[in-house]
């Protein structure tokens, strides 16, 4: 699977997927730091990338339809998230290879403890 993940993850987002397989693109190294979600939505969708982020903005499916994508990820974060805590819920996903590897079409919403999926 091919990600792009936003610039409120860690970088170790970055490796961790990496580490499950996974391509990685950060966007703070393809110019898109700072970047509205129009902006980066449209980088995930022409470059075929799965979107992962936790700004929950991402998750309005009339905004960003998940037909249209190569997948959605929000993680849903606490309000003063550790590194730590963002690095457990992203891992929380990755060991379910069965729906990382079925993502595209699909908003995927992860909580501690819950993965939700939308489809289309």
């Known amino acids: ?13 970055d ?13 703070r190294d393809v ?7 129009t902006d980066i939505a449209a980088y995930a969708r022409q470059h075929r ?6 700004d929950t903005g991402f998750a309005n499916v009339r905004n960003y339809p998940p037909k249209d994508y190569s997948g959605v990820v929000v993680l849903r974060l606490p309000a003063k998230a550790t590194s730590s805590t963002i690095m457990s819920l992203l891992q929380s996903l990755l060991v379910q290879t069965d729906i990382v590897n079925h993502l595209s079409g699909k908003l995927a919403i992860i909580e501690h403890g819950r993965i939700r999926i939308r489809k289309g």
């Open 49 to 54: 990338l799965c979107l992962l982020s936790g």
């Open 1 to 13: 699977m091919r990600f792009l993940v936003d610039e409120d993850l860690p970088r170790s987002a």
């Open 15 to 27: 490796s961790l997927l990496r580490q499950h397989g996974h391509e990685a693109v950060d966007i």
């Open 31 to 37: 110019g898109l730091r700072g970047a509205s979600d």
